[in-house]
């Protein structure tokens, strides 16, 4: 993930040598020539970062630059290390980066930074999975919206080439997904990335759109809020009040506000005859075809 890659350059920079590109390449197992392009966007973003060409030639901080006890607090250090031993970058890079943090730590004898390390996990399996999902070019993917580069995929059920323009790459519910415009269609799409069949990655820049990613355009923010009263256990409600509030009526009753999609009927299959749906009719009858369309399906 070429964020993370050019933060493991720049805190193998802070010793103070000149490193060859080739040695960098190696440890974190990518391109001499990623290696230069990255070093390059840390120097734009005011890092003093001097390269020299030839055989003897390198990468390397200005002699007089001092990374300065202020540069990360304490907080920030444990921050740093906690989001990345729990991302989804390879192990090389994560080690690489942490070591790089633990050496930082003691050298500045940050006795909080060592406390709260080691304090968040980020785990998107599912608890019936024996390991963690593993996205096939995820890095890849991640790069093309770190680059602004266009990607031609094949979507699941679909024999088209589409080209897509990525923006991010966003995870709900365990599942990753790509924000993109997608060029056949004309507009914004959410792409799951495991249903995309194949994909050939180009160097083909495009025009990023001045949009705001931080008001999660691959929420169904137009569907309609619907009330829902259902019968359950305590038990129950307190799970649900993890991704919609629930409030207590009476002994075993409870009222929801939720998005009334396809996905709150699946949503509220996953607790089985734990819970009761008592209001409103429309969901009840969604649930009941739901139901009836997985009798039939045993019944064949």
Known sequence: MSNFTEFGIFMSLLDGRLHKAKELADKFEISTKTIYRQANKLAYAGFPITTYAGKNGGI????????????FTENELAYIKN????????????????AKINELV??????????????????GSSWFSKKPMSIKNYSAFFDACINSTQIEIQYSNDTHWRIINPYCIVQKEGNYYIYAYCNSKQQ??????????????TQL?????????????????CSRQT????????????????????????????SLEAVYNGGLVHKLMEYGNQIKVIKPQELINNL?????????NYKI
């Open 60 to 71: 390397c901080l200005a002699q007089k630059f001092q990374c300065q006890t202020w540069f």
């Open 83 to 98: 989001i990345v031993s729990s991302s989804n970058i390879s192990p090389v890079t994560s080690s690489i980066i942490c």
């Open 106 to 123: 003691e050298k500045q004898n940050f006795k909080n930074a060592k406390q709260q390390s080691n304090r968040f996990f980020v785990d």
């Open 188 to 201: 914004f799409r959410l792409f799951k990335l495991c249903r995309i069949q194949h994909c050939k990655f």
């Open 205 to 221: 820049n495009f025009q990023r759109e001045n949009i705001n990613l931080e008001t999660m355009p691959w929420n169904d923010s």
């Open 227 to 254: 009330k829902i009263i259902i019968k359950t256990s305590q038990m129950i409600a307190s799970d649900i009040n993890a991704w919609a509030t629930c409030k207590k009526l009476g002994e075993n009753y409870y």
């Open 288 to 296: 009941l075809k739901e139901c009836e369309i997985i009798t039939q």
